[in-house]
């Protein structure tokens, strides 16, 4: 575990490269997709978490050796009747980590749902990792692990089973999408401003927007 | 004002009690017994109703649940409770307890009970879902009474109306309207226990806590009545369409009502009242269904302390109690309001604003959006003309330290205390300092900082003096004094065009709470905050 990703403070030590990237996260209500960036991005757990309605925003910055990875998070309400909303949201997104809960089956198969909709509808070449979240809950487990083994390996997504609870897998799963992202783009360095994705049309084709 | 008429012997005379369900029908002699609703309507405007103990009568009579006759108003809530028990019992039909004949449990049958009935479990958990996580800082959310009657309502709600059912939001549309209604039941309840029968029956049976679900439904679904069209989204599947190479999907995906309401407020609205923040967020490409759907959808329930909240509503449901029209004209408010932060941003961080939207003055957003509403009847607020015409950094346009945690919506239900003389003797107290502060804040002009925070510090003694049991407590206002610096041009506690209305003995006590939790480098944007030593509640 040597070259473990941290979570570090953007104001700390001065990495060579930024990347910056948009990543959106699906999944059915409850499956803990707010908890998981709440662990994500502060460290923190609430049993309770509160409905999202429409989406939130939040960004966290990785450090994978000399390279910053900064993550534009969408989070998105997960009643399946605002399925209709979800485009806004994944539009331009070069990851998305689809969540579900391995003690409800029901939120695996649609968690497959959305694995389909974004291999057609997302962005080319969109990093998709599958979560299976409450792992805490493993003793009332109704999604084996196999079974998404072999459906993520099939879909080529990224796949770790997770529990925002006890944090298991947390930070892990987030570094796994920053490596798989392309950063290969000039190696610009940080002191050039900070020109974002200023218009989503400008950037969303690239799988990478780093500067 | 409520208390001018209240002698002012009684407030020397030791029998604090007396003077209590005095003032508490003083108060609904003040709201309730006007000729011409507009009376009624003023005070709302005028954040008169924030301390109010019948807010959830003011409401109901806004809202037109109650006529404007008071004789007729046993008759209306009679009316009203009865239709809801007659819709509860239409839709809680359990056929193991009946005849369902040929009927059976694997039915497949439109009309069949047993595949109803299936359905109707169904929709209970998904609504359940989201009730177990209303406000989980509240206690009073979290006992099982309140879930039920939360879900019941909800459900009702949604057998009512099959079109729409449930959508996510509804229940923090709820939440409040209980919260409300609970407070009015438990000022009632205080004041009934200081005397045995002083208090008249037309506000016994109004308040009855008995009816709280009754009540709570009646205020909900007229309210959803007019905030349907924020939830109805063209349930367009995506899926479904033709796999092309590269779908760019745009905004004709969902153009549902809420969505075209959203473009009106930017191109027509903003545009108008502000066209270098309409210009500015466009060159960002920030979509306004990003944020606006959640400040609509629950009615700027997200964006508020719940106590600022309540005086928002207020001043919506008096304003325009047919089509909630203050509405636009708040959303528009709200984006002048921090102007100069997001002229400033770039788009990730006027995403951060709006995602999570500063602590501002809710009294200038009340004043300007009216102003918009109706600019010859209210006066622009004079923070608007400073934010569009000077773009210093002195300009803080009333808003907090930006990234500021917000502090929890409300706070704790406490278990009640017995009473004693002590408490009597704070009690006295506090009515007392609240006099005084009557009689200074009519008298110190809103220039003076100093003096006004003075009369702030007041009132926060007010709340920690009191010992009132069975309360909901709310940490709020005070919280402005803590993260503001001096630059309260206006506060809700000051509204311009009256002197302040002095917490009434009521269920509401104020306290100050500071900021529990340090920010960190990474920002939530539009994540709920939660008091970290009250998570892990049961």
Known sequence: MANRAVPQRPNGQTPGKICQFKLVLLGESSVGKSSLVLRFVKGQFHEYQESTIGAAFLTQTIHLNDVAVKFEIWDTAGQERYHSLAPMYYRGAQAAIVVYDITNQDTFERAKNWVKELQRQATPGIVIALAGNKLDLNTMRSVQTDESQTYAYENGLLFMETSAKTSANVTEIFKAIAEKLPKNETTNTAGQGRRLVESEGANKSLSSCCK | MFYSDVDENSFVDDNSQNVSVKLYETEWRYLFNITNIDELRETAIKAK???????????????EILPPDSSEWLMAIEKYRSLYETIKSTHYNDPHTQDSGPDDPLSQDEDSIWKQYFKDIELKKIIEQDVIRTSPEVEYFGTKKIRNIMIDILFCYSREHPDLSYRQGMHEILAPLLFVLHCDHQALLHVLEQTSSDVSDLIQKILDPAFLEADAYSLFNIIMEIMKDYYNINDFIISAQKPTKHVKTTSSTCDSEVVQKLSKIRDTMLTKHDPELYGHLLDLDISFTTFGLRWLRLLFGGEFLLIDLLVLWDAIFATSPQDFALVNHIFVAMLVLIRIQLLKSDNTDCLHYLMRYPHVDVMTVIEYALHMLDPKMYMLPSVINSLKHDKSDNIKSNITEHRVERPSKLITYAPRPTRN???????????????????????????????????????????????RQGIIEMGKDVVRSTTTPIETLLTPDTPEGGPLLPPPASAITMKVFRKTENSTDSQIQGAPIKNPLKQMKR
Not at chain 2, 429 to 452: F, G, T, W
């Open chain 2, 49 to 63: 109703l924030r301390t109010s103990r019948f807010r959830s009568v003011c409401w109901r009579l806004l809202l």
């Open chain 2, 421 to 467: 003389a002590a408490d009597d003797l704070l009690e006295l107290c506090r009515m007392k300092l609240m006099q005084y502060h009557s009689i200074l804040d009519s008298a110190v002009p809103i220039h003076n900082k100093e003096a006004r925070q003075a009369l702030t510090g007041m009132l926060e003694l007010c709340g920690m003096l009191s010992s």
